[in-house]
């Protein structure tokens, strides 16, 4: 209904994106292991992308009026899988949810900062997203 006025929406699925942010954001639970699957993710060249380039390819997407986007190759992946398999994915989702970390009482209540949980991942897995975070102006912790 938009299009007649020449107004073109294009929804973006954008995936995971090594912008920097697992230095911020604020884990709750067993903090390490928290902070540790999701930096190692943010900085998986298959599992993310570039912001910047992301940002390019989103506005090439909307000058060409494109109606979708999916960036990473893992939400491209999971989307075909999706649709092609939706209960073994439903299965699979329930799998990978046992594996995530389990609560550790009251003290899992309070979330954490990346940047104060960082010690059990070694540095060569968060390389990339460690760059986008100084590229980003994610370095320093941001109390909200």
């Given at each position: 209904e938009l299009a007649r006025d020449n107004i073109y929406v294009t929804t973006v699925a954008p995936g995971m994106m090594?912008?920097?942010s697992h230095v911020n954001a604020k884990f709750k639970g067993r903090h390490d292991?928290?902070?540790a699957w999701f930096a190692a993710s943010a900085g998986?060249?298959?599992l993310s992308m570039d912001a910047d380039r992301a940002a390019r390819k989103i506005l090439a997407a909307c000058r060409r009026g494109q109606p979708s986007l999916t960036l990473t190759f893992a939400a491209r992946l999971q989307i075909v899988a999706n649709a092609l398999f939706p209960n073994l994915i439903?299965?699979?989702m329930q799998l990978v949810n046992?594996?995530?970390?389990?609560s550790q009482g009251t003290e899992g209540d309070r979330?954490?900062?990346g940047s104060e949980v960082r010690r059990l991942i070694p540095d060569w897995l968060t390389r990339a997203a460690d760059k986008a975070s100084a590229r980003n102006n994610e370095t320093k912790s941001k109390s909200l």
């Open positions: 090594r912008t920097g292991i928290e902070f998986a060249p298959l439903g299965y699979a046992r594996f995530l970390p389990e979330s954490r900062a």
